[in-house]
């Protein structure tokens, strides 16, 4: 099996170009915006024109997921963003740690606006919040954390999320939800895996045995005792990942009939594990 890295992608659906205009046109409306990115990818998931959508509003980046991210990793990418001058929030969807850190990062931000109205004699009103971020970064179940309730759907497939909608998720905030968007054409390689790998683009954009080998070298290199647990996977041959995918279809039971390993299955397989923690805690961007 040769892996042959050809990436270039140009999967842009009508309804994202679609949000962008919607966003542009009531942005005057918000008063802060919480730009969502998986702490796992932080560089490859955040959109990379948003500051032409948000101008200059006050924002609060939030990195979700963090359960599944190496820290070590991941917090250096926090200070870098934070040397930027970006309040940066950390948060467990699953324990739901850190998620009340967003509405103390909400009043600290907007302090200075709240001060000007009352020095212009305006009565206090709710905070008017734009959530923004890359299909399957976890913004759903995000805004369902922040209102303690289900008030959206939420999936594990991107394109959940199907047009702009007001939300009151505190009697302080009301926050506009945002179908996850990407940039018209993803044409950094690393970028464009990395996405495939976390499930932001569509299964069918990149072949997925493609991202499966990417997975398996990006995690031998860098995590390779965590393949080692999961699949008793010792070596890989870069040029032929044949060998490495026997190994994982006999340990994981991905076999066909006259005991053949099944690759697409090995495949699917891999990029699961990935998702689903299986590999460890892993941190994909440098």
Not at 54 to 62: A, E, G, S
Not at 71 to 80: E, P, S
Not at 139 to 163: C, D, E, F, H, Y
Not at 178 to 186: D, E
Request: hydrophobic residues 35%; proline residues 3%; contains cysteine.
């Amino acid at each position: 099996m040769n892996n042959e890295n050809k990436t270039n992608i140009n999967w842009y659906p009508g309804h994202m170009a679609k949000t962008k205009r919607q966003i542009k046109e009531k942005i005057d409306l918000i008063d802060i915006i919480y730009e969502v990115v998986d702490s796992r990818i932080p560089i490859s998931s955040k959109i990379k024109d948003i500051d032409d959508l948000v101008k200059n509003k006050p924002r609060i980046l939030i990195m979700t997921k963090s359960d599944l991210c190496d820290l070590n990793k991941t917090n250096k990418h926090i200070k870098y963003y934070e040397s930027l001058g970006y309040k940066v929030v950390l948060v467990d969807l699953i324990s739901n740690k850190n998620v009340d850190k967003i509405k103390s990062a909400t009043d600290e931000v907007l302090k200075e606006l709240n001060e000007k109205r009352e020095a212009k004699g305006l009565k206090k009103r709710n905070y008017r919040a734009l959530i923004i971020g890359i299909p399957n970064v976890g913004k759903s179940t995000l805004i369902n954390r922040l209102a303690g309730k289900k008030v959206v759907g939420v999936g594990n497939k991107p394109g959940v999320t199907k047009q702009l909608s007001w939300i009151r998720i505190s009697k302080d905030v009301d926050l506009m939800d945002s179908p996850g968007i990407l940039w018209p054409k993803i044409d950094d390689e690393k970028v464009g895996l990395n996405l495939a790998c976390f499930s932001a683009i569509k299964e069918e954009i990149l072949p997925i045995d493609e991202v499966a080998c990417y997975i398996l070298k990006y995690m031998f290199i860098n995590y390779k005792e965590n393949l080692k647990e999961r699949y008793g996977l010792e070596n890989i041959d870069f040029e032929d990942f044949t060998d490495a995918y026997e190994v994982i279809g006999r340990k994981r039971g991905c076999i066909l009939r006259g005991n053949e390993v099944d690759y697409d299955k090995v495949s699917a397989l891999i990029v699961r594990d990935l998702n689903e923690g299986h590999l460890g805690k892993v941190t994909f961007d440098e």
